[in-house]
């Protein structure tokens, strides 16, 4: 591996092969006109890039004859330096998948690092598996239970704004889970493994079930019209749909207080969810400052 050979090539090709190489260690693949279509170049000048990454890298990469696809190396060794914030960004959103810098535009943008960032050589697993709809063998440690070895069939990547999860179909539960990626260890691909129908994402009700929201400024709060700016609100509301899977932690994560009768204190809550009811039947309810189930609210009346 010559890291000399790339430092040689100009900043639009080193930025291709950084492309190249995120493709290959987080989906698994890469085909030319994957290469073609994100750069904007013909279906040659793609194929000389990925040869060059191949003479460059010569175990990261394998060509696949019976698809016409490039897969990764079973020797992979990664020859960029990604750091996890922008690998995520990138899995997230999509773009700013180049070679890494630190500003192109000289304007200082500050954003605080988080907490528990997940090692890449886990997430790359677990991004292959979601790629290829297949299990993942891992290790986990989970607080109630200690640590344990299980199957998965994850089939998306989520940050609940304090941790990264994935939302998986665990084979140990019967049942589709979040699994926090720092908790994951030894995850080993099975990549030609069957996948049962009830393990696939549109059986997961918590996920395909949509809930719809309506946040106000928080009746206990001065100044609502300030809250009202900030949020953007619309007839000093805001109403928003989100996954059940993740009502819980958005709701946590932005501090909404969500008691049917307002009563949490605080600076920090400046919204009020209007109709608790909204979140009955989503499992990580509780995660909602201030909920009490409606069945909870009847017993104790």
């Known amino acids: 591996m010559s890291t000399n050979r790339l430092q040689d090539l100009g900043h639009a090709q080193r930025d291709r092969m950084a492309y190249v190489e995120l493709r290959l260690w987080f989906v698994g693949e890469i085909r030319r006109q994957d290469l073609a279509s994100r750069f904007g170049i013909q279906t040659a000048a793609a194929t000389r890039d990925l040869g060059l990454y191949k003479e460059v890298a010569p175990e990261n990469i394998e060509y696949d004859g019976s698809s016409k696809t490039y897969i990764i190396g079973r020797a992979f060794k990664p020859m960029f330096d990604f750091p996890a914030e922008r690998v995520l960004t990138w899995l997230a959103e999509g773009f700013g998948d180049g070679e890494p810098v630190r500003s192109r535009t000289g ?5 605080p690092n988080k907490l528990g960032q997940p090692d890449l050589s ?7 598996a979601i790629s290829h709809k297949c299990p993942v063998r891992i290790k986990y440690q989970s607080v109630e239970n200690g640590k344990s070895e299980r199957e998965i069939v994850p089939f998306a990547i989520l940050d609940t704004g304090l941790r990264w999860h994935t939302r998986a179909f665990d084979r140990k539960t019967g049942e589709f889970r979040d699994f926090v990626l720092t908790r994951i260890q030894n995850p080993v691909v099975l990549k030609d493994a069957p996948v049962g129908a009830n393990e696939r994402p549109d059986q997961d009700i918590q996920w395909t079930r949509i809930v719809e929201l309506e946040l106000v400024p928080h009746p206990d709060q001065p100044r609502p019209e300030i809250t ?9 509301s805001l109403r928003m749909k989100l996954r059940a899977a993740t009502a819980g932690y958005i709701l946590r994560k932005w501090s909404v207080d969500c008691s049917p009768d307002h009563s949490l204190r605080g600076h920090e809550f400046r919204l009020w969810l209007k109709d608790p009811l909204a979140l009955y039947g989503v499992k990580n309810a509780l995660l909602a400052p201030g909920y009490r189930s409606p069945d909870k609210n009847k017993g104790e009346a």
């Open 107 to 111: 304007i200082t943008c500050d954003i």
């Open 122 to 128: 886990i997430l790359a697993s677990i991004t292959r």
């Open 228 to 236: 009202v700016m900030d949020y953007g609100m619309q007839d000093g």
